[in-house]
């Protein structure tokens, strides 16, 4: 997990409470719904650093590229040059407490827009336009990221994602057809956000039966928000980065749970992320924490929000191994290509540390291959091999260093 994964989840959670009034007087009347005539709908979409892009034209302009997030219960335009673009008028100001002075801490509330996703009809949808931009989407992703839907793309839909295929398919929830051989699971609906009451293994073998927020816009396994006041730390755990919430930097801790139960599936070994004892939940709804895209992405799952159940089936990386970040340095993507790959932290006593690398540092090559020319996930990839050697040019102090970076796990 890169710190740009959590950095968006916390930012999120607690954004999300601040919008949550505004969004009670829309949610109702906010949803897509099929084309007259049409049984289902294929939509493409493309996953970036475990985050499902899907592209939208809003008023007719665009393509946007949007992030499917069930951790949301409003859209949420992040690119705020959207608002002259689209010529959206004069929209009622909302302030976000807690962020800071000025308009870093304000939104807009749109008027209700015409989103186009080709064979879907949006009723009545307006978003929270961020007056600046407190996720860098686009740096952490690596393209350009205009913002993310969540709540109202689910509420009036059933919901198929293969993960396999890289595809949803969606239907009228009097239509809707789970994948075939898949579990069905009981889910809440609460406050706009999908809830699964599921059982965890801890490493001493106690079982626990925790609430999780079910967070297709978190890139981590899991996190347990009341662990460390609860049970404690786990043996081996590192202090870890865990990202920036509206009142300040988490500081937290990543370790290993023995297992996290999925329906009649068990998932083990898995990497997990605790947030200090000082860390302040926020959410409206009481909560044990939240499941994330790289345990989610393990099955491909259906979304049955109007009658309350999620459909589980195993997808093709359910059982890959959970893999940790082997380098310890955490980077964003500059440019105005987002073509620069820029670190913006290195762990204590990493394999980075080691070799001297420092925040700010730019790395223009590993194994001779241009990062401009790499994807994200390339990248990611490069660097959750253990015991893997990488030869790095990297820009420092205003020359170029090649240096050799040896991996090994953290975790």
Not at 39 to 67: A, E, Q, S, T, Y
Not at 116 to 142: C, P, Q, R, T, W
Request: proline share 5%; glycine share 10%; net charge positive.
């Amino acid at each position: 997990m890169l710190a740009g994964k959590a950095t968006y989840f916390w930012v999120k959670a607690l954004f999300f409470t601040a919008l949550l009034a505004c969004a009670l007087q829309f949610a109702n009347a906010q949803y897509f719904t099929l084309e007259p005539g049409r049984k289902k709908v294929n939509i493409p979409f493309k996953m970036m650093r475990n985050m499902m892009v899907v592209k939208l034209l809003i008023n007719d302009k665009g393509p946007f590229n949007f992030i499917i997030d069930t951790g949301v219960g409003l859209m949420i335009i992040t690119d705020y040059s959207l608002v002259d673009s689209l010529k959206l008028p004069h929209a009622r100001t909302i302030r976000l407490n807690g962020l800071g002075d000025g308009d870093a801490s304000e939104a807009l509330v749109s008027p209700q827009l015409n989103l186009g996703i080709d064979g879907l009809v949006s009723n009545g949808i307006s978003a929270a336009v961020l007056k600046n931009d407190l996720f860098d989407l686009s740096g952490h992703v690596g393209m350009p990221i205009h913002g993310l839907l969540g709540y109202e793309f689910f509420n009036g839909l059933g919901v198929n994602i293969n993960f396999n295929d890289s595809l949803m398919t969606v239907y009228r929830p009097k239509d809707f057809k789970p994948f075939r051989k898949s579990q069905k699971i009981p889910i809440t609906i609460e406050d706009h956000k999908p809830y699964l009451q599921t059982y965890i293994t801890m490493p001493d073998g106690t079982n626990v039966l925790n609430k999780f927020v079910i967070d297709l816009g978190a890139g981590h396994p899991v996190s347990i928000e009341n662990m460390i006041k609860k049970y404690g730390l786990p043996k081996g755990a590192i202090t870890a980065n865990l990202g920036v919430a509206l009142n300040g930097p988490i500081s937290g801790y990543l370790s290993r749970i023995k297992s996290v139960d999925m329906g009649k599936y068990t998932l083990k070994n898995v990497i997990t992320s605790f947030p200090s004892e000082d860390y302040v939940q926020r959410a409206s709804v009481q909560r044990d924490g939240n499941l994330g895209m790289d345990i989610l992405k393990k099955f491909n799952i259906g979304f049955d929000y109007s009658n309350g159940f999620m459909y589980i089936r195993p997808s093709n990386t359910f059982k890959a191994p959970f893999e940790h970040d082997m380098s310890g340095i955490e980077y964003y993507l500059a440019g105005k290509d987002l073509s620069r790959l820029i670190v913006s932290r290195v762990a204590a006593g990493s394999a980075a540390d080691d070799i001297g690398m420092l925040r700010g540092d730019e790395i223009v090559s590993i194994n001779f291959k241009p990062v401009s020319k790499m994807t994200t996930e390339e990248i990611d990839n490069y660097f959750k091999t253990p015991g893997r050697s990488l030869l790095l040019e990297v820009y420092h102090d205003g020359r170029h260093d090649r240096v050799v970076i040896n991996l090994r796990r953290q975790l």
